[in-house]
């Protein structure tokens, strides 16, 4: 999973709580990313962010929201407004120079509501 | 707009028999694409990409796949499969020009039998 942590590795949220997520890399990467896993549905890509504060929204950012304060962390925070967060988050990061660049990902968070 | 088609849910293949997961794309331009494999409960690992050039890409763990630009395929192979690639398989896709982000299919499932 390279130098990106991720954490908790499980979480466990109530009904009209917010939770956030972890993500620190220590790859030097420019650019992070965080997609939500269901099953059969592949990854869809919930925000991302290209440098320092800034980041823009992706496919599914409603209900979701992000910081980018330090080029180490991109923490996501799943609001109460998202109706369905049961899902497994994957947060990844690259270096945005060159298009052709792999993303890194990081072990996931696996966020359940009670 | 650009897609990734994974057209098999599944793969079932015995132990020391190639084994072949698909790919077709649809990109503006030319694209740059992307194999990843994902174990249980565990982040993406990157396993090989297309850039240019040799329409045959090699990767990590014997795994090779074939650009076919006429077909729109990717198509991820091996010689021979171990009961240790049994995994789950995603291809990704992103234009060659301006910025996009990287869109994954929903998957293979890879099921390697001993």
């Known amino acids: 999973d390279g130098g990106i942590t ?5 979480l466990f949220r109530k009904e009209g709580q917010n ?3 972890s993500c620190e890399q220590n790859l030097n990467h420019d ?3 965080w997609y939500r896993q269901d099953p059969g549905q592949g990854l869809r890509l919930i925000y991302y962010s290209q440098i320092v504060n800034d980041f823009q929204k992706g496919d599914i950012a409603e209900g979701y929201s992000v910081s980018r304060e330090k080029k180490e962390s991109f923490p996501l925070t799943v609001t109460s407004a998202q109706k369905n967060p049961t899902a497994f988050y994957l947060c990844a990061s690259s270096t945005p ?4 660049n792999e993303q890194f990902f990081g072990p996931g968070t696996r966020l359940t509501v009670l | 707009a650009q897609s990734v088609a994974q057209p ?3 793969v079932n293949v015995a132990e020391g028999n190639p084994l072949t997961v698909k790919c077709t794309y649809s990109v503006s331009g030319n694209p740059y694409l992307f194999w990843y494999v994902q174990y249980p409960n565990r982040g993406l690992q990157f396993l090989l990409k ?6 045959l890409v090699k990767g990590s763990y014997g795994f090779e796949a074939e650009f076919n630009k006429s077909q729109t395929s990717f198509h991820l192979k091996k010689p021979s499969a171990l009961v240790s690639d049994s995994a789950l398989y995603f291809c990704a896709v992103r234009r060659d020009s301006g910025y996009s982000t990287l869109t994954f299919g929903k998957g293979t499932m890879l099921l390697v039998s001993p």
């Open chain 1, 31 to 33: 650019a992070m990313y």
């Open chain 1, 6 to 10: 991720q954490s908790p590795k499980y």
């Open chain 2, 50 to 55: 297309y850039i240019t050039g040799d329409n």
């Open chain 1, 97 to 100: 120079s060159g298009r052709y």
């Open chain 2, 8 to 10: 098999e849910d599944q």
């Open chain 1, 19 to 21: 939770v956030t997520l």
